[in-house]
């Protein structure tokens, strides 16, 4: 069975960093990509970016570049979302998702969101 887990939200100051994981259990990466998505408080959840199976990176948002990268453990089983120059805009709830064969693939499973909140 599919199933991802996020860990690593928390308190943080403006310009601060912070690593958030996803652990997948019942799969690897080699046969699907995993995304990040974040939702500010009262707007939509949009995604931020993803790495597919053969290690690329690919960016849902502009504002992220620079800022935020994704990474994965030896095993593919463990994706870190490392976020650097944290802004207040970045307040939200953080869900990572499997998806179907490539970061454009079927959302197949989400995690439960964890909290991140930027503020001084």
């Known amino acids: 069975q599919v199933e991802v887990a996020t860990s690593g939200g928390g308190v943080v100051q403006p310009g601060g960093s912070l690593r958030l994981s996803c652990t997948l259990s019942?799969?690897?990466?080699?046969?699907?990509?995993l995304a990040w998505f974040h939702q500010a408080p009262g707007e939509d959840r949009e995604g931020i970016l993803c790495?597919?199976?053969?290690?690329?990176?690919?960016y849902y948002q502009d504002s992220v570049k620079g800022r935020f990268t994704i990474s994965r453990d030896d095993t593919k089983t463990i994706v870190y979302l490392q976020m650097n120059s944290l802004k207040r805009e970045d307040t939200g709830v953080y869900y990572c998702?499997?998806?179907?064969?490539?970061?454009?693939?079927?959302?197949?499973?989400w995690g439960r969101g964890t909290q991140v909140t930027v503020s001084s």
């Open positions: 998702a499997a998806r179907w064969n490539s970061c454009r693939g079927d959302l197949r499973r």
């Open positions: 019942g799969f690897t990466l080699d046969d699907y990509a």
């Open positions: 790495i597919s199976s053969s290690d690329e990176t690919t």
